[in-house]
């Protein structure tokens, strides 16, 4: 069973068509890519797939769940903010437990939560640190760990390197790439960066306008791009 899956997704602000009918179906563990010029909609329809716009017409399932008129917070999904929006007076663990704490989880679900996810993010012996003490990394490890302690169905992304200078995004691009490998975690990744796509991605989706273009391996679309477009957009030789 697809992990997510989108049937005839429409956006609409108003009289502004934004998404124009995406079918889509995200496997388990994937890591999907939205990419795309500027304008195009990927930050739309991720916000419209995590339930923080509203779906205007067509479904939204997930684990065969139709989840289209359900709030965010039931969705079982999770948003990752980048790394700098951490507490800097608080610890990893403290960061990590936050929201739990917010939600009212009881101190011991929260701790043993907090040490599962430092198990799983390797940053166990980092627990005491504060943010301004880690490597870029680790921190993204710790934005990522805030929202695992919830065992979210997947992770989602909106170009969390896009403010990082371009040595330490490439770092941060392969750190990704490794906690993905770890974790094998769906993930829903939006950028509008070619080589992060090309890099990341299981799968690319390629937006124009509110359209996918065409989906594949950042292999075929390179090889095989099925326009202009995504040939030029992936900067493909054809
Ligand atoms: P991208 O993330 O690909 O750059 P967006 O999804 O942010 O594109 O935006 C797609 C289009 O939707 C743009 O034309 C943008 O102006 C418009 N848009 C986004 N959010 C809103 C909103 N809340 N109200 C009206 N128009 C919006
Ligand atoms: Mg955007």
């Known amino acids: 069973m697809a992990s997510i899956e989108l049937k005839a997704v429409e956006k609409w602000f108003?009289?502004?068509?934004?998404?124009?009918?995406?079918?889509?179906?995200?496997?388990?563990?994937?890591?999907?890519?939205?990419?795309?010029?500027s304008g195009c909609g990927k930050s739309t329809l991720l916000r419209t797939i995590a339930g923080l716009e509203e779906c205007s017409r067509g479904e939204i399932l997930i684990e065969g769940r139709n989840v289209t008129a359900d709030p965010p917070a039931s969705r079982g999904l999770a948003m990752v903010f980048q790394s700098y929006a951490l507490y800097p007076h608080m610890n990893v663990r403290d960061n990590m437990g936050f929201g739990l704490k917010t939600a009212g989880t009881p101190k011991a679900e929260i701790e043993e939560k907090v040490n599962e996810a430092a198990r799983a993010l390797k940053l166990e012996t980092y627990l005491d640190r504060k943010p301004k003490e880690l490597s870029g990394g680790q921190r993204q490890r710790v934005a990522i760990g805030r929202s695992i302690v919830r065992n979210p169905t997947a992770f989602m992304f909106d170009e969390p390197l896009s403010n990082l200078d371009a040595a330490l995004r490439v770092e941060m691009r392969y750190e990704l790439a490794k906690l993905h490998r770890e974790l094998k975690a769906t993930m829903i990744y939006v950028t509008h960066d070619q080589v992060e796509a090309m890099t990341l991605a299981d799968r690319i989706v390629?937006?124009?306008?509110?359209?996918?273009?065409?989906?594949?391996?950042?292999?075929?679309?390179y090889e095989r791009p099925g326009n202009l477009f995504v040939a030029q957009f992936i900067g493909s030789p054809k």
């Open 206 to 221: 390629v937006l124009r306008d509110g359209i996918i273009e065409q989906v594949g391996s950042p292999r075929t679309l």
């Open 14 to 37: 108003g009289e502004l068509q934004v998404i124009k009918g995406v079918d889509l179906a995200i496997e388990e563990g994937e890591f999907i890519i939205f990419v795309g010029p």
